[in-house]
């Protein structure tokens, strides 16, 4: 598990330069946290593109516009929104403990 875990670290940072900006990156780059941190921002977009379908992605950068959105989607009782959550915490998990 270690070495699969360093081995995506290594691939995401090797990578991000040459990645083509995505939703969540355009997101990222634009937000107040960020503070416009683009290898931040780029490795964020790496980990999306692995975990996430590209309509997730657009759907999680609303998040950085309108963070409250996060929450009406993490509390809803659709089935929709409870798989997309899942997907979108496995999400945030990885970009947390690649991305530092």
């Known amino acids: 598990m270690l070495n699969r875990l360093v081995i995506a670290a290594a691939t995401i940072m090797l990578t991000t330069p040459l990645a083509m900006a995505g939703p969540i990156d355009n997101a990222c780059v634009r937000s107040d946290r960020a503070r416009g941190n683009a290898p931040l921002c780029g490795c964020i977009q790496q980990v999306a593109n692995q975990t996430l379908s590209r309509s997730d992605q657009r759907k999680a950068a609303a998040f950085f516009r309108d963070p409250h959105r996060a929450q ?6 659709r089935d929709s929104d409870n798989s997309f959550w899942r997907r979108y915490r496995n999400f945030a998990g990885q970009a947390e403990r690649l991305c530092r």
């Open 72 to 77: 009406e989607i993490r509390t809803s009782k």
